[in-house]
Structures are given as C-alpha cells and as structure tokens.
Nanobody, 122 residues
Framework: QVQLVDSGGDLVQAGGSLRLSCAAS????????MDWYRQAPGEKRELVAT???????NYADSGKGRFTISRDNAKNTIYLQMNSLKPEDTAVYYC????????????????WGQGTQVTVSS
C-alpha cells in the first residue's frame, strides 16, 4: 500500500509565507513525478508546480517567482515554499505523485494526498 500525506497548510496574512510538505510512504518501488495541485471553492483543481525524478521543475504562471517546489528523493518527500502569498492563493493544496509499488514495479499509478488548507487573509 502506498500513501501520500500532505501537511503545512495554515491561515496566513497576505504577504506571508508557508511551506507545504508531502511525504510518500509504503511499498514504494519508484517515484516519477511529484506535483502540487490546488482547488479553490467552486473552482476546478489546477496544477501549481511539478517536479520530476530527474530534478526538472515547472510552475503555473500564478506561482512563478513566488513558489518553489523542491524534492528530497531519499525521504520520498516534496515541499512547496510559498512566499508573498495573496488572498487568491486560498485553496486546498493537494500532492500528486506517479508511483510504482513493489507489488507492481513496472506499473505506475497516480496517488493523491488528502489535501491541506491554505487560507490567505487580506
């Protein structure tokens, strides 16, 4: 069994910073991409930032220059450092990962974290 656990969400004032974490655990054989998504009330879930196993990163325009995704492969963990937060960043943030388990090492599946709430007050 593979599990993703998100954490780090909080209530913060505009201009503040937060660091989100997502840890993968269980019978992991390999992890390809690990990404952050977010979903605001009444909105579709949208991609925030991506991180490949090779170290490449990409960001949605909304977070460029403010958000930084990083990855610790030894800990199967990714982070999202969010600076200069705005009220429009308010959303539930979800970790997403493409993981193959030891039970099926050549088959990748998509896993989601449970989500962590980020609220930015004006």
């Amino acid at each position: 069994q593979v599990q993703l656990v998100d954490s780090g969400g909080d209530l913060v004032q505009a201009g503040g910073s937060l660091r989100l974490s997502c840890a993968a655990s269980g019978n992991i054989f390999s992890i390809n991409s690990m990404d952050w998504y977010r979903q605001a009330p009444g909105e579709k879930r949208e991609l925030v930032a991506t991180s490949t196993s090779g170290g490449s990163t990409n960001y949605a325009d909304s977070g460029k220059g403010r958000f930084t995704i990083s990855r610790d492969n030894a800990k199967n963990t990714i982070y999202l450092q969010m600076n200069s937060l705005k009220p429009e960043d308010t959303a539930v943030y979800y970790c997403n990962a493409q993981i193959s388990s030891t039970w099926s090492p050549y088959q990748q599946r998509t896993y989601w974290g449970q989500g962590t709430q980020v609220t930015v007050s004006s």
